[in-house]
């Protein structure tokens, strides 16, 4: 597994991140889906994908335990998590809740670090605006309240060995940019495939701060994939034949064009899932993109998926200038679906 550094903090990661969102059942026994998705982390740990995604949120912690316990590498493995400081109905930043999920989460996952945090601030505003253009003043003018104790709570872990990169995940450019020039933050994680290239406006601004980035569902839940990237084939009941996925479908007919020839026997990838996948990692300031990952099968199809030549960068500009223009005409994200589903 290829590893790429990340930004200036000394760590490299693998290119792929072990998603941990569906892997498992959320309540702990041992049933076949469980069983699958276990297998498929102690195989990706032996095949050098050791960075892992992980959430209280997802309720499959549990099972990520189960494996780290009785993997003899485990103290190889670099982690990233979810930190929600404030959570939704929560008045402010609590820096004793920011510690806790901290020491939860290097108890659960039998660490003694947590490499990447994720921290990610929520109100109950966006319940009713969405995570996009349409709440980012309001995310933006709290981020100042949220900065000051945020920054000592992590330094404070940070110096007791507990944390390595602080990272941010800010949904929308304006976010992004505001935390950007705070220089609180090591990294940004946050969306990035070929539908949702939003954060390429700040790259620049990132690499001259040394800052590094993760990418967050590189196949956009699915829709990128051979499976379903023709709606007129998805069987009825697809979830991506909702109205809140036309907004997506229609910039895809346009994008497709641009992405096209690069698929096929012969060219940069031999289908579409290959393609998404390779395009998460188009540019070098793109340290790993986490994937979900639920079965032996789908990490050799993710791991077969990254073979051959990648895309050539100057396709991000042009598919680029499609979803500006769409964030533009519609000011919300391209799949139209508000609250994320974690992050589908």
Known sequence: MERRPFGN???????????????????????????????????????????????????TRWSTSQVLARHPHRDRVRHAIKVNVPDWGEPGFDPA???????????????????????????????????????????????????????EVAQQLRDEGLIGALTTFPYTVGYARAAIASGAFDGIVAYFNWLETEMVEVFDLMRAQGMGFIGIRPLMGGLLTDARI??????AGDRMLDPGWDRAYDQLAEARAIVAPEIGEGRTAPSWTSFALK??????????????????????????????????????????????????????????????????
Request: hydrophobic residues 40%; contains cysteine.
């Open 97 to 151: 809740v920011f510690r806790r999920q901290i020491e939860d989460a290097l108890r659960d996952l039998r660490a003694e670090r947590i490499d990447v945090v994720q921290h990610l601030q929520r109100g109950d505003f966006e319940r009713l605006l969405g995570y996009d253009d349409r709440a980012e003043p309001q995310r933006v003018a709290e981020l100042d309240a949220v900065l000051e104790p945020l920054r």
């Open 230 to 235: 023709d709606r007129s084939a998805l069987p």
């Open 279 to 344: 395009f998460s990692l188009v540019d070098p300031l793109i340290a790993s993109t986490v994937v979900s990952i639920n079965t032996p099968e789908q990490l050799h199809e993710v791991l077969a998926a990254l073979e051959g030549p990648r895309p050539d960068p100057a396709l991000l500009p042009r598919l680029h200038q499609i979803t500006a223009r769409f964030r533009a005409e519609h000011g919300v994200r391209a799949d139209g679906a508000g609250v994320p589903q974690y992050e589908r």
């Open 9 to 59: 903090t000394g760590m490299e990661l693998p290119e792929i991140c072990f998603g941990t969102m569906r892997f498992a059942a959320k309540t702990p026994g041992d049933d076949a889906q469980t069983r699958a998705g276990q297998r498929a982390l102690e195989e990706a740990l032996d095949l050098g994908v050791d960075f892992v995604h992980s959430s209280y949120e997802y309720g």
